[in-house]
């Protein structure tokens, strides 16, 4: 019994043509979207840790925490987690041509420093009744928020070239 040949495989690339490399403005965005994504787990450990270590402060009477506080904490917790999750697919997808995780970056990055500024402006206060000193705190909590909107404002802008758009749509 005879089989058909197979058929020949497809035409490849034209010898001497290499295939397109990322351009540097998508190669930037991905690269600062893995960064966020190691934020985002020490955020989240820090988080975890900083909602257990208040939840025992409370307890011993050394914090006054208001009651929308607590909530807060765990909803911030979670979009940490979610983002972190998102940004490391984003990455993935980008670095794969994917049009769609190039649109889902942007929006996600919007979204966050959205999130950001209101969380500033609703987040409340925590009453510190004991020798501990959360100036210092407060104060590297808004540093790590100023960068992190800083680099979410980098990638949308590098996503957002005509360079990484037809990149990422081919």
Do not use: H
């Amino acid at each position: 019994m005879s089989y058909p040949p197979a058929p020949p495989p497809p035409p490849g690339p034209p010898l001497g043509s290499t295939p397109e490399t990322m351009p540097g403005s998508t190669k930037g965005a991905v690269v600062l979207l893995w960064i966020l994504f190691g934020f985002g787990i020490c955020g989240g450990a820090l988080s975890v840790f900083g909602y257990a270590a208040l939840a025992a402060l409370e307890d011993t009477g050394d914090v006054s925490i208001p009651s929308a506080f607590m909530p807060f904490l765990v909803a911030s917790i979670i979009q940490i987690l979610v983002w972190t999750v998102l940004r490391a697919v984003f990455a993935v997808r980008i670095a794969k041509r994917n049009a769609g995780a190039r649109k889902g970056a942007i929006i996600l990055e919007a979204v966050g420093v959205g999130l950001s500024l209101l969380s500033w402006i609703l987040t409340p206060e925590v009453e510190v009744t004991g020798a501990a000193d959360a100036g210092g705190s407060a104060a590297s909590g808004a540093i790590g928020a100023v960068i992190g909107i800083a680099l979410a404002a980098i990638i949308i802008g590098l996503l957002s070239t005509a360079d990484s758009k037809r990149w990422c749509n081919e």
